[in-house]
């Protein structure tokens, strides 16, 4: 449990992800969706918590936005219905009531609404972070089962693997072993989209393509064959809701890149690059063209 000291400042990474695969299998009675996805941590891609030590009982969030100017934070709640906040909710009753108060400073650069996993990361990190700054002595089991609570991907983000097959909604953790360092350009455009809007509009492909070809095609040498195995069965409906995800599209589609594909439940779209050089000329041409947030990333190994 808790020691009495002054817990000292710690600050934490939270990397966002992407999907490289994945496929909505069917409609649950709960509401959630059976999917199958492989989803890859970013490098170079992350927002950070701080925790700073505060009178007993005391929690609060700040947030700085620290992106490019594209990037909108206003639309993330410093309410309770924060991912930050309900994880250090869920951890508090862990920790002794004398426990430390502690300040969360949430420093953002990964956009919100866009299919990267940012507030899920967070929620990872400040679960993670929380237990180290409390003392406390959770399982990894229990650490995971609260992950699950806050949120389907949450999860991931506490696994040791960067790539991992997710199964059930999301929270089911079969660690993937590749060394991919796949160089990515990132763009999302200006208008986000909402996960339950997305999941609403789409048509579950229970005979769709497998996980399974696109794991096969990581461990041959020949990226291509990953490229041709990539799919995602939130793109379309997407791309009904939001004309910026097709447009984004329509432009990809113009440069010579390996592959590409929107992440998650977008609005952010990725194209996986022969280098990364050639992923920061395409993200000089996208900024041009005036798209609203482009980053230059790499799947971590
Ligand atoms: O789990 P999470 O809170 O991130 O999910 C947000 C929303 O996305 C859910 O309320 C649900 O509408 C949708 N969702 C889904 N099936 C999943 C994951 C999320 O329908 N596997």
Sequence with gaps: MLGSRQPASLSRQAPAKVNLFLRVLARRPDGFHELETVMARLERLQDTLLLEPLPPGQLELRLVAAGPAGLAVGDIPLTDENLVLKAARLLQPLASPAAAGVRITLVKRVPSAAGLGGGSSDAAAALAALHDYWSLDAGQNQLRALAAQLGSDVPFFLADSAWVLCTGRGEVLTPVSTSRRLPLVLARPAAGLSTPA?????????????????????????????????????????????????????????????????????????????????????AARLRQLGVSWVQVSCTSA
């Design 198 to 282: 997305v999941f609403r509009a789409c048509t579950p492909e229970p005979h769709g393509p497998a996980a399974e070809t696109f794991l096969k095609s990581l461990k041959t040498s020949n990226t291509s064959q990953s490229a041709q195995a990539l799919h995602n069965s939130l793109q379309t409906p997407a791309v009904r809701l939001n004309s910026q995800v097709a447009e984004l599209q329509r432009i990809l589609q113009r440069e010579n890149v390996v592959a590409h594909q929107m992440t998650g439940s977008g609005s952010a779209y990725f194209a996986i690059c022969y280098s990364v050089r050639q992923a920061c000329c395409i």
